[in-house]
């Protein structure tokens, strides 16, 4: 039976939304789990089915994985074995690759095919390797199956990454924590994501100083313990729900919501004609009037516009009347939801990395397919303006990322419902 999601545009939201623990946090901490050998717990993790994939190669390694409430608690004592990845998980989604280093660590080799997700274009590991061969791994390829050894350990060094890339940082922080001697990362990217990675493992025992900086020092040890944490809220649901404001109008108080990660989306969307406001951790967005315009916006590495964010922002901007011009410029196929857009009546096209808007006066309902995660939560924040339903389908790719979209939606007025047939 096919599942899709049914939405019904046209009504506005309205009340309050607490954010879940970040998706791009949770998934490189329980990888780093493996690198402790006593119990780590997260806690208000969202049941997202790439957490259930992590949990799959977790278990195939020897740990003890269990759910108390929103917690998920991860006993890494028993972790060891030949290292070999499970490779239905890892085909199916790209943060498999943060086991590279935890796997060398307490199996001496990891093996697994090449790691799966979105098809954004091509997305290498290049700067994760190479990072790991200058700290003692051998890499050997055959065919898509990657094996990775490190027969003296690894060993802590010197490393300029070519590029701020949030998963080689990740993959390189966790391997310098138990790696002898000090590694130093210059040019290493700066998400919220990192810092809080580093927390965790700062919790366990780990000696880092600079994580969130482009200038990381780490002090190998010999050995971490696990830690309780909780993982920082998910900024990328945060920019979902004020699009949706954005796109269907009212008013939405985000609640856990640190301001400075949102304020590059905030921008674009007060730039359009929505208002936010933000006191502590709350974050109220509201749009009452028509939307316009914003001209030629783009991505970039953090502090800047997030790519996650880019196509959220496009839907909105739909029926903004006048130009919009979204840009990526860290994938090369992030507006795969152009075609979708089309199909409820947007004037959208891309050329190159870039979405071309024109914005027009209403959208109609249509029968769409999600193409990928952040593509299909677009879909659905497009189709809230749309006059009459709306059918999203390939569902699969948005519960990789949001727990319950559409269960998110209706608790804020909006008329949205899984269905199958």
């Known amino acids: 039976m ?6 019904r545009g046209g009504r506005p939201l309205e009340g309050t939304a607490r954010l879940p ?11 780093a789990a493996l690198l402790c050998k006593g119990e780590s717990v997260l806690t208000q993790v969202p049941r997202l089915s790439d957490v259930e994939q992590s949990v799959a190669i977790l278990t195939a390694l020897g740990c003890r994985c269990q759910w108390r409430g929103r917690g998920l608690a991860v006993d ?27 796997a060398l660590h307490r199996c001496g080799r990891v093996q697994m095919p ?41 060993h802590g060094v010197d490393y300029s990454l070519r590029l701020p890339s949030v998963g080689a940082t990740e993959t390189l922080l966790m391997a310098a924590v138990l790696a002898p001697g000090q590694t130093v990362l210059r040019g290493a990217a700066a998400e919220p994501e990192i810092a809080d990675l580093a927390a965790f493992l700062t919790a366990c025992g780990a000696r880092i100083r600079g994580a969130g900086t482009p200038l990381v020092q780490v002090e190998g040890v010999e050995a971490l313990t696990g830690a309780t944490h909780t993982p920082i809220p998910d900024r990328i649901v945060a920019a979902t729900l004020a699009a949706a ?69 496009a839907a909105a901007l739909l029926t903004a009347a006048g130009h919009s011009a979204v840009e990526d410029t860290v994938f090369e196929n992030r507006f795969a939801c152009a075609e979708g857009f089309s199909a409820l009546g947007g004037r959208a096209v891309r050329c190159g990395r870039a979405l071309e808007i024109e914005g027009v006066a209403r959208l109609s309902g249509a029968d769409l397919r999600a193409q990928d995660l952040r593509g299909g939560a677009a879909l659905a924040v497009a189709a809230l303006a749309a006059e009459g339903e709306s059918r999203l389908f390939g ?9 319950d979209l559409a269960g998110i939606l209706r608790a804020l007025g909006a008329d949205a419902a899984c269905r199958r047939e």
């Open 76 to 102: 890494g004592a028993e972790a060891g074995g030949d290292g070999a990845l499970p490779e239905g998980p890892v085909r199916a989604m790209r943060s498999s690759v943060f086991y590279l280093a935890p």
């Open 245 to 313: 404001v954005a796109s269907a109008g009212g008013r939405v108080k985000l609640l856990g919501c640190p301001f400075e990660p949102l304020a590059p989306t905030l921008e674009i969307l007060c730039r359009a004609g929505c208002t936010a406001e933000h006191g502590g951790n709350t974050v109220t967005v509201s749009r009452e009037g028509p939307l316009k315009g914003v001209g030629r916006v783009y991505t970039g590495v953090y502090p800047a516009f997030s790519t996650d964010a880019a196509p959220v922002v």
């Open 395 to 403: 569902l699969a790719h948005i519960r990789r990322g949001y727990g």
């Open 21 to 31: 623990a970040a998706k791009n946090s949770v998934l490189p901490l329980l990888a």
């Open 2 to 7: 096919a599942e899709y999601m049914v939405i």
């Open 114 to 154: 090449m790691p799966g997700g979105c098809k954004l274009g091509p997305r290498p590991i290049d700067i994760h390797l190479d990072g790991l061969v200058k700290m003692g791994a051998r890499v050997q390829w055959q065919g898509e199956s990657l094996t990775v050894t490190a027969p003296g350990g690894l």
